[in-house]
């Protein structure tokens, strides 16, 4: 399938997860130990935030990560203190910039791990429920772009949970009303630059792996000599697919159908119940 992150906390360069980590985003790439596919290489994306009022900046493209000298470049450039990247495995659709993650609308952008299942034989269902309003910004042909927008027409920019929610409800009463046993797979991130909303959950509740980062203060006190701890800081925070680094107790891994919400050193952790709009 594919891989994600999202990091918040002081402004580090992007090199720092995407490169240099043990078990890197890029390493997973080549090497992934908890996906379902090991390789990742049909394109990806990073998205970051620079001044609070500008639209979020955006890198994609269809050359796998471990093959792309610009990525490495842009990544030793770019300081940010919240960001996303996002590798992919196609899961029928094609490796083309417009389908590669993130998705932007405004100043949000989306990621997604894993699929709607039979997505053909519900597309034109799901995208008759988009906001017509909406319509003329989608660019690309993916299930995950259906869901970022889905999301956006039921609200994600006041109330992203109860959106998302809202998302998992419609595509799942499709996939039912077409024959589909387990409509859906997933593991989603949308933020909008000040908060990171993060969600397990799939319709069979055997979702795709996600965790996310302990205490990086407590981290601090177990390895002081650690620098990629010290420059995060201490409210800095991770949700991703798979562990960047071995630390005995960095990470814990997300419980089926819950949605994190991140805003600064504000954690939420709340069970995700899907709920038709």
């Known amino acids: 399938m594919c891989r994600w992150l999202a990091y918040t906390g002081n402004p580090i360069q992007l090199e720092a997860v995407l490169f240099r980590a043990e078990h890197s985003l890029i390493d997973q790439s080549l090497h992934s130990r908890l996906g379902q596919t090991t390789t990742n290489g049909d394109g990806f994306g990073v998205g970051w935030y620079g001044n609070p009022d500008e639209i979020p900046f955006r890198y994609r493209c269809v050359h796998p990560a471990w ?4 990525l490495r470049e842009a990544a030793r450039a770019v300081r940010a203190p919240l960001f996303v990247a996002h590798i992919r495995a196609a899961t029928g659709t094609p490796a083309q910039e417009t389908n590669c993650h993130p998705f932007r609308y405004g100043r949000w952008l989306f990621m997604h791990n894993g699929l709607i299942r039979d997505f053909a034989r519900v597309r034109r269902d799901l995208m008759m429920s988009i906001d017509p309003a909406l319509f ?3 660019e690309g042909s993916t299930d995950s772009e259906v869901m970022f927008f889905l999301a956006l027409t039921f609200g994600l920019q006041t109330a992203p949970v109860l959106a998302l929610e809202r998302m998992v409800a419609v595509v799942e009463e499709a996939g039912h ?5 387990h ?12 908060q990171i909303v993060a969600v397990r959950y799939s319709s069979e509740t055997q979702s795709r792996s996600l965790f996310h980062s302990t205490s990086f203060r407590h981290l601090r006190e177990l390895y002081p000599d650690d620098a990629r701890i010290k420059a995060v800081g201490d409210d800095a925070y991770l949700v991703l697919s798979e562990p960047l680094v071995d630390l005995p107790g960095a990470w814990e891994e997300v419980p089926e159908s819950t949605a994190i919400v991140a805003r600064g050193a504000v954690i939420q952790h709340q069970t995700f119940v899907p709920v038709l709009p």
């Open 67 to 70: 093959n792309d000298i610009n």
């Open 136 to 138: 003329a910004a989608l």
């Open 177 to 181: 009303r077409h024959g589909v046993e």
């Open 183 to 194: 409509p859906l797979n997933m593991t989603v991130c949308a933020t909008d630059g000040e």
